[in-house]
């Protein structure tokens, strides 16, 4: 999978690199960059201005805007406009809440069917993620990284988990981007992806819950600290 939006029902795009309408190719560039910072949180958005950043006219970017309000990333406010959805340390608790309610239940469902070949996968997306990331790349990374844990979901068999998870994952991408990990915290990161895999190659699906709460709950806690200091 070579890109993000790939991996989500509900991303802007059609999964296949191609936008079918302007709204369409307004969207996943205004998703890119929200999720990659390129818009701080609270910062608006102009409806002009960004008409004017993708060559397009007025309605295209309202339309884009739309649909990333319904992923939660972008706040439309009545009479005023837009703006990126702020970050605070009440809305990430709540996100990882949420995150902590749903992943280690789908993992643990992916692990009692998963298969070799889904491993090998889910193998192949991981060894690229610490590549890209050791290298620098940060989007790739982060892509990379998405992919892995989604390639997990997706064993669950689960159309409406996964749907349910996307959101709070995009949400929870805006933090990791403002609160990056030194080298011990993504070394640990690392070992935890690793116990996850493992335990589903295992069908333990006990274990693969109990590693995705340490993993989500050691990079919750990561981020409060870094937006408490």
Sequence with gaps: MSSTSQLFELSPGDGSGFQRTLADRVAVELHRAIL???????????????????ETSAMPV????RRLGALGLVEVVPHR???????????????YATRLALEPVI?????????????GE???ALERH??????GEVDAARAAHTEFHFLLYRASGSRWMLRAI???????ERYRFASPGDAEAL???????????????????????????????????????????
């Design 36 to 54: 990659g910072g390129d818009f701080e949180a609270g910062s608006w958005l102009r409806i002009q201005e960004l008409a004017e950043q993708y």
């Design 62 to 65: 309202r339309e884009a805007l």
């Design 81 to 95: 406009g837009a703006r990126v959805a702020e970050l605070s340390v009440v809305d990430l608790e709540d996100t």
């Design 107 to 119: 993992v643990a469902a992916a692990a009692r069917q998963f298969t070799p070949e889904q491993g």
């Design 122 to 124: 889910a193998g192949v």
């Design 130 to 135: 610490e590549r890209l990331l050791h290298g």
């Design 166 to 172: 996307e959101p709070v994952w995009q949400n929870s």
């Design 187 to 229: 070394a640990r990161s690392h070992t935890e992806h690793t116990e996850i895999l493992q335990a589903c190659l295992d069908h333990d699906a006990g274990a693969a819950a109990r590693a995705m709460r340490r993993h989500l709950t050691g990079a919750k806690e990561r981020m409060r600290r870094a937006m408490t200091v």
